[in-house]
């Protein structure tokens, strides 16, 4: 399960978690995922600190799913860090958020963000975009060397 | 028999005054123009006095006098010499002629009849004085000789003192008149200064209220502005809030509906899975909702940027749109040709997209739908319209018609949010333009609209 792509999810509400977990797995995505509730959480396990100590950091996600919105450390300051750092400057980052103000599109591409994308309340909508962002993102993107698929 | 007197000058008009003066007096006149004249003439017909001008051509009154004083017939005639006397040398050469009296030109008629009256009384003496010792005079070095007697020189005196006097009081005079008319003058601009400086000190105080005015009302609009400011980030803090924080609970409505329905559909029956079916839909109603409510907080505060804009071409982009999304509509949509306004592009194309839109959508039951897009000229302005032959609307309602989520119509019989035409009027309204609607119900309806088109 090691090699298997990993998925980052960022996200801190739970029913926005719960409902991306269940549209990944009725995808039939089964990457491993793994959960961050802060944008702390998150820089922690990306650059192997606090409770992820120890964590080797040359194994990094396939994707970062990344909602803006979050307590403590929002997810522009998060998606600043990992640009800003040699060892996650390349990691693909999907921004998955309520929010479609011009600004926050703006500041995201700005940042360095792969996509933009707007959660949509339909869920069916939801689970699409989803399934299309997996798809894409874990199967036909090539991803940059020295991330992913290393032993 | 009248006094005969001999006025010798050269000046016909002076003549001519002189003459008149002493006839209205009952003297007897005779006139030469000059001394040589009146020497001869003298000698013909002596006359009782002789006033004679100084300045004359041939000879001048001083030779005269001399002349007339030398010879032993006529020595007894007093002489009046009319004079400026302005220098001692014109009095010692009076005195050398013998001049009787002599008269400061311009002179006073009064003072020379008196003067006249003075020399006939003393004729006799004139007369009888007999030669006199001769004088020698040294004025500024030269020597004049004066014969005169020593009641003429005195008479000359006294008059050239009478003279100055008269001048003395005539400079005493002019002075007085000078210092009153200073007075006065000095009073008018001490009156003219304390208006003046009452002025300024009103203008002063005009001004320093109207600095402290200016003052104020720059403050206030500070104040207004910073209020504004506040005000903006607040509803943009508040927009940013809605459209993230009123969505995730709607999601979640959604998405765990949809997950019962799929998860459980076989323990539910028929009315739960309507239910659920129902929730589903209330929370994307609501969500469409809180996006139109973003929208039209958005287009109130979007920057404005006009630009050319073919509203012909756009209209018909939007009416092909239309036709794609529903093929089996037959719409006959009729354009006028070469609308071109200089407005906010993507602000416009949301106007023409709702009231489009809604023609659509209110002629979805006509048999023979009918759109058309149009100019017209109205009070020197031009007026668009959109007009459907459509559901219409009853007039009786047409003030609620621009309000935001105001609906003429039921859910079921048309959908949408109500929000068209809210985000139409405001678009409108910050082209500094007008909306406004005409419909009949079951005769569809028109939606006209100006802009205000700057430049060209």
Known sequence: MNNLKTILLVEDNPDDLALTLRALKNHNVANKIVEAHDGVEALDYLFCTGAHAGRDTRQQPQLILLDLKLPKVDGLEVLRRIRNDQRTRLLPVVILTSSDEEKDIVSGYALGANSFVRKPVDFEQFAVSVRQLGFYWLLINEPPPAIGGLP | ?456
Not at chain 2, 23 to 30: N, P
Not at chain 2, 153 to 166: Q, R
Not at chain 2, 188 to 217: C, G, K, Y
Request: charged fraction near 25%; glycine fraction near 6%.
């Open chain 2, 1 to 456: 028999m009248p006094t005969d007197i001999m006025i010798v000058e050269d000046s016909p008009t002076q003549a001519a005054m002189l003459e008149e003066l002493l006839r209205s007096h009952g003297y007897e006149t005779q006139t030469a123009v000059d001394g040589q004249r009146a020497l001869e003439a003298a000698r013909r017909r002596p006359p009782a006095l002789i006033i004679s001008d100084v300045t004359m051509p041939v000879m001048n009154g001083f030779q005269l006098c001399l002349a007339v004083k030398q010879d032993p017939r006529l020595c007894h005639i007093p002489v009046i010499l009319l004079t400026s006397l302005s220098a001692p040398r014109d009095l010692l050469s009076a005195l050398e002629a013998g001049a009787d009296f002599h008269v400061p030109k311009p002179y006073h008629d009064d003072h020379l009849l008196r003067k006249i009256a003075e020399a006939l009384a003393h004729r006799s003496e004139a007369g009888r004085a007999g030669p006199v010792k001769v004088e020698p005079v040294s004025v500024n070095g030269v020597t004049y000789r004066i014969s005169a007697s020593r009641e003429k020189t005195l008479g000359l005196l006294l008059s050239t003192y009478e003279v100055a006097v008269g001048q003395y009081q005539e400079l005493v005079q002019t002075r007085d008149e000078l210092v009153a008319l200073n007075e006065s003058l000095e009073l008018r601009v001490r009156e003219r200064t304390s208006s003046l400086m009452d002025e300024m000190t009103e203008r002063r105080q005009a001004e320093a209220a109207l600095r402290e005015l200016n003052v104020s009302l720059e403050q206030r609009v500070n104040d207004r502005t910073a209020e504004l400011l506040a005000a903006n980030k607040e509803l943009e803090a508040f927009s940013y809030s809605v459209s993230h924080d009123l969505r995730a609970p709607l999601r979640a409505m959604d998405g765990f509906s949809m997950a019962l329905l799929e998860d459980s559909a076989g323990k539910l029956d028929e009315t739960a899975q309507g239910y659920l079916r129902r929730i589903r839909a209330g929370s994307q109603r609501m969500a469409e909702l809180i996006d139109d409510l973003l929208n039209l907080s958005r287009i109130t505060r979007a920057e404005m940027r006009r630009e050319r804009v073919d509203l012909t071409a756009m209209a018909e982009e939007i009416g092909a749109e239309f036709k794609v999304s529903c093929p089996d509509r037959q719409v006959e949509l009729v354009v006028t040709r070469a609308m071109v306004v200089r407005a906010d592009g993507p602000m416009l194309r949301v106007v023409l997209n709702n009231l489009l839109g809604n023609a659509w959508k209110y002629t979805a039951r006509c048999a023979q739908a009918r759109i058309e897009v149009g100019a017209q000229e109205q009070d020197g302005k031009r007026v668009f319209f959109v007009r459907d032959n459509g559901a219409g609307f009853d007039m009786a309602y047409v003030g609620k018609l621009f309000g935001a989520f105001q609906r003429l119509h039921s859910a079921q019989e048309f959908e949408g949010t109500g929000i068209g035409l809210a985000l139409v009027q405001r678009i409108i309204h910050r082209h500094g333009g007008c909306v406004r609607a005409e419909g009949a119900v079951g005769q569809g309806a028109t939606f006209y609209f100006t802009l205000e088109e700057k430049g060209d």
